[in-house]
T-cell receptor, first 112, second 112 residues
Framework: KQEVTQIPAALSVPEGENLVLNCSFTDSAIYNLQWFRQDPGKGLTSLLLIQSSQREQTSGRLNASLDKSSGRSTLYIAASQPGDSATYLCAPGRNSGYALNFGKGTSLLVTP | DTGVSQNPRHKITKRGQNVTFRCDPISEHNRLYWYRQTLGQGPEFLTYFQNEAQLEKSRLLSDRFSAERPKGSFSTLEIQRTEQGDSAMYLC??????????FGPGTRLLVL
């Protein structure tokens, strides 16, 4: 059974800082990995998708890396803004069926 | 808006009642997933469809739960004889094959 761990569980930073969110997973036989953000009481917004053959993906101020063999992914957020405050979820997708396994997330607060 | 939609957004029911949720995926997406999320946890996979075929069901999906996707379009998730432990956010996602999963806003269920 895939176990997904996200560190730290919570993070508070002042506006403008660069930050790194970490994700580790126990089964490296994944098809892809998605990063999501979730605002309180809302659904999930997809941020980035990395295929298992890729090492990283970038979208705007976000950069996600994947080291499949070691079971790790990181999400780098540059020049953080208060609007980035949310819970960030990492979800490796299975080879069969592509269903996602989620960690508990990192709760991020960016203060003005 | 051509995203994933879910109805109702909120449902309050008494223990023992049956409830049904609906998910309308992005129109060209052939895969549809149901997840459940409880407070402070990441979403957990319940089941998924490829077109109209239900291909996998999680152990979390007891025999009180049933899901359908007639004609490979919208999907319904029914919970019979609800229990207080069924209280959660029920999330639907759709994708084209193994590509990015897009989530709906969720249906929040409270069983009294």
């Amino acid at each position: 059974k895939q176990e997904v761990t996200q560190i730290p569980a919570a993070l508070s930073v002042p506006e403008g800082e660069n930050l790194v969110l970490n994700c580790s997973f126990t089964d490296s036989a994944i098809y892809n990995l998605q990063w999501f953000r979730q605002d309180p009481g809302k659904g999930l917004t997809s941020l980035l998708l990395i295929q298992s053959s890729q090492r990283e993906q970038t979208s705007g101020r976000l950069n996600a890396s994947l080291d499949k063999s070691s079971g790790r992914s990181t999400l780098y957020i540059a020049a953080s803004q208060p609007g980035d405050s949310a819970t960030y979820l990492c979800a490796p997708g299975r080879n069969s069926g592509y269903a996602l396994n989620f960690g508990k997330g990192t709760s991020l607060l960016v203060t003005p | 808006d051509t995203g994933v939609s879910q109805n109702p957004r909120h449902k309050i029911t008494k223990r023992g009642q049956n409830v049904t949720f609906r998910c309308d995926p992005i129109s060209e997406h052939n895969r549809l997933y149901w997840y459940r999320q409880t407070l402070g946890q990441g979403p957990e996979f319940l089941t998924y469809f490829q077109n109209e075929a239900q291909l996998e069901k999680s152990r979390l999906l007891s025999d009180r739960f049933s899901a359908e996707r007639p004609k490979g379009s919208f999907s319904t998730l029914e919970i019979q004889r609800t229990e207080q432990g069924d209280s959660a956010m029920y999330l639907c996602a759709s994708s084209l094959g193994g590509k990015t999963q897009y989530f709906g806003p969720g249906t929040r269920l409270l069983v009294l």
